[in-house]
C-alpha cells in the first residue's frame, strides 16, 4: 500500500504561480510512475504531467512551459511547480502512484482556484 497526500493549493491570480506538493509513504521500492491530474466538477480527471520512475516526463498540451513536475530520489515527494496560472487551470488536484503490475495510488486532492 501507499499513502499520497496532497497540499499547496490555494487561490491565486491569474499570471501567478502555485507548487503542489505530494508525500508519499509505504511501499515505494515497485513505483513505476508518479503524477499529477486534475478534475473540475462534471469531468472526469485530466491528465496534467507525469514522470516515470527512470526520469521520463510527459505534460498534458495545456501544462506545457507552464508547469514542471519533479521528485526526489527516494520517490517519496513529487511536486508540482505551476506558473502563469490561468482560470481554466482551476481544479482540484490529484498526485497518483502507479505500481509495476498498474495498481495505482491516489491522493485526496488539493484546490487550486485562479481568479481575478
Known amino acids: 500500500q501507499v499513502q499520497l497526500v496532497e497540499s499547496g493549493g490555494g487561490s491565486v491570480q491569474p499570471g501567478g504561480s502555485l507548487r503542489l506538493s505530494c508525500v508519499a509513504s509505504?511501499?515505494?521500492?515497485?513505483?513505476?510512475?508518479m503524477a499529477w491530474y486534475r478534475q473540475t466538477p462534471g469531468n472526469q480527471r485530466e491528465l496534467v504531467a507525469s514522470?516515470?520512475?527512470?526520469?521520463?516526463?510527459n505534460y498534458a498540451d495545456s501544462a506545457k512551459g507552464r508547469f514542471t513536475i519533479a521528485t526526489n530520489n527516494d520517490k517519496t515527494m513529487v511536486y508540482l511547480q505551476m506558473n502563469n496560472l490561468k482560470p481554466e487551470d482551476t481544479a482540484l488536484y490529484y498526485c497518483?502512484?502507479?505500481?509495476?503490475?498498474?495498481?495505482?495510488?491516489w491522493g485526496q486532492g488539493t484546490q487550486v482556484t485562479v481568479s481575478s
Open positions: 509505504g511501499r515505494l521500492f515497485d513505483i513505476y510512475s
Open positions: 497518483k502512484y502507479v505500481a509495476y503490475g498498474l495498481t495505482n495510488y
Open positions: 514522470i516515470t520512475r527512470s526520469g521520463n516526463l
